[in-house]
C-alpha cells in the first residue's frame, strides 16, 4: 500500500510563528510516514527553510491571494502530485485552496488566530492550533467542522541555570508587529532602565514595526542595553542563553515559543491572555501579568529577577512536567490523527 500523500500550503511571505508551524507540520507529516509536498511564495522564508533541509518543496509567485495565476499554479502543482489531503494555512491559504483545490481533495484549514473568515466552513475540516481558537470557531462559525490540535515544536532542552548572569540577560522573539506588544516591552524596560537596574534585553524577530521599536528604544535612552538581531532560528540556543522570556503580547492565540522558552530553561513571564495563560497552567509554570500595561510588565519583571530561585522553580516544573506534550512525536501523533480519516474518506 502505498504512502498518503499531503499538499502543504503557507502563503506567507515572512518569518514568524505561522509560517514556522507550517514547517513544523512538514516535518510531523512526514515523521507519521506521509509523502509531503509544501507549497511556498517563492524566495519567502518558508520556502527557503525547506530547501535549506532538504524537504520536497513548490513555489508559487508573490501575489494577492485572488490573483488567478496563484490559483492555476497551485492547480498545476495538486494535478501532477495528487495529493489524498490538502493542509492550507490560516485564511490566506484558505482563499486560495478551497476554489482552486476543493474538488481534488479533502482540505484541511489550520487556523492560527481568532480571525477566522466565513469560507473556512466550507473546508472539510477546521484546525484550531489552541482550544480557545476551537471555542471560537465553533461559536462564529457552528456549521464548520473543528478539531483542537495543539501547536508543537522540535523543542531544544537545556539544563536550568543555577542563578542569572550578570547582568541578567533578558529576551523576546516572535514577528515585530504590534500586537506581539514589544512597544510595551520597551516601556518596561525604561521603568526598569530609570531604576538604576542593569540588564541586557534582546529582541529578536522580524516585521513591520522593526523601524518603529528600534525608534523607541532610541528615544528612551535604552542605547546599549537593547538589540534587535532579527529573526533567529532555530530558537533553542538563544532561548537557553537567557535569565528571563518575556511574550509581551497583546493576543496570542497560542504562543508557541512560550513553549521553546520553557524547554531551552528559562524563566517566563508573560501577559495574561489565552494562549500563554493555558500554557503556562495559570501561572504555575511561569509569571502572568495584566495585558496592555507596561506597568505590569516591569514589575512582572522586576518580581522574577528578585526572586531568581522561584522562578528558575517554576522554569524546572514545566521542563518536567509539560514540555514533552507539545514535542515534535506528540505533535505529529496529534496532527495525523486528525487527518488520517480525511484520507480514507
Not at 530547501?51 to 494577492?64: D, L, T
Not at 501561572?283 to 522574577?304: F, T
Request: charged share 20%.
Amino acid at each position: 500500500m502505498s504512502a498518503p500523500r499531503a499538499l502543504n500550503l503557507m502563503l506567507a511571505a515572512g518569518a514568524g510563528g505561522l509560517e514556522a508551524m507550517a514547517l513544523n507540520y512538514h516535518q510531523a507529516l512526514v515523521a507519521e510516514g506521509v509523502e509531503v509536498i509544501s507549497v511556498g511564495l517563492r524566495a519567502s522564508w518558508f520556502a527557503r527553510a525547506l530547501a535549506e533541509q532538504g524537504y520536497a518543496v513548490s513555489s508559487v509567485p508573490p501575489a494577492a491571494p485572488i490573483d488567478p495565476r496563484t490559483g492555476w499554479r497551485l492547480r498545476r502543482i495538486a494535478q501532477a502530485f495528487r495529493p489524498d489531503v490538502i493542509v492550507a494555512h490560516g485564511s490566506r491559504g484558505a482563499a486560495v485552496a478551497i476554489p482552486a483545490l476543493g474538488r481534488r481533495a479533502p482540505i484541511a484549514v489550520v487556523m492560527h488566530n481568532f480571525r477566522a473568515r466565513s469560507m473556512v466552513s466550507s473546508a472539510d475540516l477546521v484546525i484550531a492550533v489552541s482550544e480557545s481558537v476551537a471555542a471560537d470557531l465553533r461559536a462564529r462559525l457552528p456549521r464548520a467542522p473543528v478539531a483542537a490540535v495543539a501547536n508543537f515544536a522540535p523543542l531544544m532542552r537545556a539544563p536550568l541555570r543555577s542563578r542569572p548572569q550578570e547582568p541578567p540577560r533578558i529576551g523576546s522573539l516572535g514577528r515585530l508587529h504590534e500586537e506581539k506588544g514589544f512597544d510595551l516591552l520597551l516601556d518596561a524596560a525604561a521603568q526598569l532602565h530609570r531604576e538604576g537596574r542593569a540588564f541586557r534585553l534582546t529582541i529578536a524577530g522580524e516585521g513591520p514595526a522593526a523601524r518603529a521599536l528600534k525608534a523607541q528604544a532610541a528615544q528612551l535612552g535604552l542605547g546599549a542595553a537593547v538589540d534587535f538581531p532579527g529573526w533567529t532560528s532555530p530558537p533553542g540556543p538563544f532561548l537557553a542563553e537567557l535569565d528571563l522570556f518575556v511574550c509581551s503580547s497583546r493576543t496570542e492565540s497560542f504562543g508557541l515559543v512560550v513553549v521553546e522558552a520553557m524547554a531551552a530553561g528559562a524563566p517566563v513571564v508573560a501577559t495574561d491572555i489565552e494562549g500563554p495563560r493555558d500554557i503556562l497552567r495559570r501561572g504555575r509554570y511561569g509569571r502572568l501579568v495584566a495585558a496592555d500595561s507596561a506597568r505590569a510588565l516591569a514589575d512582572g519583571i522586576r518580581a522574577s529577577l528578585d526572586d531568581a530561585e522561584g522562578a528558575l522553580g517554576m522554569a524546572g516544573l514545566a521542563q518536567s512536567e509539560t514540555v514533552d506534550f507539545y514535542d515534535m512525536a506528540a505533535g505529529a501523533e496529534r496532527l495525523w490523527a486528525a487527518l488520517a480519516p480525511l484520507t480514507s474518506a
